[in-house]
């Protein structure tokens, strides 16, 4: 059977998903058949989600699926905050001495030197970013240190990657997913692999061959460590990297409704079931938790969400947060089991992911929002120098991005960063 001659419903549901943006772009191009199929509203909704890394949450974007995917591969990068040790990127652009040397950078500005490099995700550790781009690379810039300790790395022997640098993975491997810690990296490739570096020129695999299955399927990192999240719903904790590849001889930590989210505060992991329930794993001691991790689990009643709800679980630092049927729930890891959550004010916003600095905070709405909250941190809120002496409570627009539709936020330490693109662009036909 030729291609031509299969139902429409099949191409539709199984054939065309299936196939790279610029596969279907060919693939228009041979009838008017495929020409009308392959610029289908929902095959392009697909592939926005599938290779931009954009939150769970986007039923509400009205616009051309299929111009947002054309545009967000031009995406444009932000970074602000915190700079006296140039950790935000600024190096080699224009006006070098004020990007530069400024100290505090308050309000986002544009990473030239990843204009045109087809970024889809950025996260912050705590005195550097990495970011994803869309042929599965990575780029880091900041700093980097083999050390666990929470100084920053000028004190401590760490190297300042003045401007962002790919990460060297061995060739052909494909990034699909990474997340940072305090100074240290994990990155779940194509294949389901895992790897991890302290240092961008170093990359290593993480083997756990206890595993029943060597796909995994989500990443998180912590202050010093790293959690992985198999296939099978399999929980392993990952140490600091080292120079060499690590192996996890520890058992996995599973259960009975299967994990399938896992999002890493500073010392716990945050877990959630298929039925809708929330475990904190105290799993800084990584050791005496693999032997008896029952002593350092707690159910968190309180956060347990419906099951078979779309759901979003992130952390950073201390906190955590859960994104649920339009309401967002804050949580700290040191409140007690029976705490209940924090619900943030997003004043009718319909929040999709919420990011965390050290005392700063982020949400991104499905309109391409940022709503900025917390200490002023070196700037990092993004609301300029006027706000220095508060820490604001309520959740507020960055307004210098009103004109942009912010799709990816990454905040740590007193700094942020994000990913954007023109409102205008979306509107043009």
Known sequence: MLIDQFPIDILLDHVLPRLQAVDL???SLTCRLFYRLCNDELIWQHRVT???ALPMNTDRFKGGWKRLYIQLDKAQAYTWGENSDKRLGFNDQDHVERDTFMRQITTPRE??????KGIVDIVAGGWSFHALDRHGRVWMWGYVTYSMQPRHPFNNGGTLVRKPTHVMFPSGVHIVSIASGRSHAIAL???GHVWHWANCWQPHRVHAPNASTQTFVQITAHFNFSAILSAAGELFLVPFPTTQPTVLNDPPVTHPSTFIQIAGTEKCTIALTRSGRVFKFWADR???FALTPENYTTELVPFAVPPNTRVF???QFRHFAICCQGKVLLGNQDWPADHEPQVIDTANHDICKVTFG?????????????????RYSSGALGRGYDHHDINQMVPQLVETLNSMFVFAVGFGGVHSGCLAIPRQSLLQH
């Open 189 to 191: 490739d194509s294949a």
């Open 286 to 288: 990584r050791e005496q």
């Open 50 to 52: 599938a290779d931009f």
């Open 358 to 374: 050290d005392y700063h905070f982020g949400a991104l709405t499905t309109q391409g929002r940022l709503l900025t909250w917390g």
């Open 313 to 315: 679980l992130s952390a």
């Open 111 to 116: 990473l030239r030197a990843l204009r045109g």
């Open 25 to 27: 772009a060919r693939l």
